[in-house]
Nanobody, 122 residues
Framework: QVQLVESGGGLVQAGGSLRLSCAASGRSFRGYNMGWFRQAPGKEREFVATITWNGGTTYYADSVKGRFTISRDNSKNTVYLQMSSLKAEDTAVYYC???????????????WGQGTQVTVSS
């Protein structure tokens, strides 16, 4: 079992930046690929970014490529999502997730956090 707790969400103006954190506990964090997803009101949960267990490979949704950066610190059992040049359409609840597999589908992920709200005002 892996427990995930997100933090760092909040209200930010368009063009601003925010860094989300996801702290993991339980089974070995190093053994999991990690991902960030988001869900806007009335929309389905969608993939944002993913990173392999050793941080060697990352992959992003086209909508955030060049603006968001995923990273991890295995010594702190934490994965991060640095978000820059934020837009109103980035407003959503952001979730981190852990997976034995590497992928961008919701079904690739085994464990989920509770989410943190990000609101971008235009």
């Amino acid at each position: 079992q892996v427990q995930l707790v997100e933090s760092g969400g909040g209200l930010v103006q368009a063009g601003g930046s925010l860094r989300l954190s996801c702290a993991a506990s339980g089974r070995s964090f190093r053994g999991y690929n990690m991902g960030w997803f988001r869900q806007a009101p009335g929309k389905e949960r969608e993939f944002v970014a993913t990173i392999t267990w050793n941080g060697g490979t990352t992959y992003y949704a086209d909508s955030v490529k060049g603006r968001f950066t995923i990273s991890r610190d295995n010594s702190k059992n934490t994965v991060y999502l640095q978000m820059s040049s934020l837009k109103a359409e980035d407003t959503a609840v952001y979730y981190c997730a852990a997976a034995r597999n590497y992928g961008s589908r919701l079904t690739d992920y085994d464990y989920w956090g509770q989410g943190t709200q990000v609101t971008v005002s235009s």
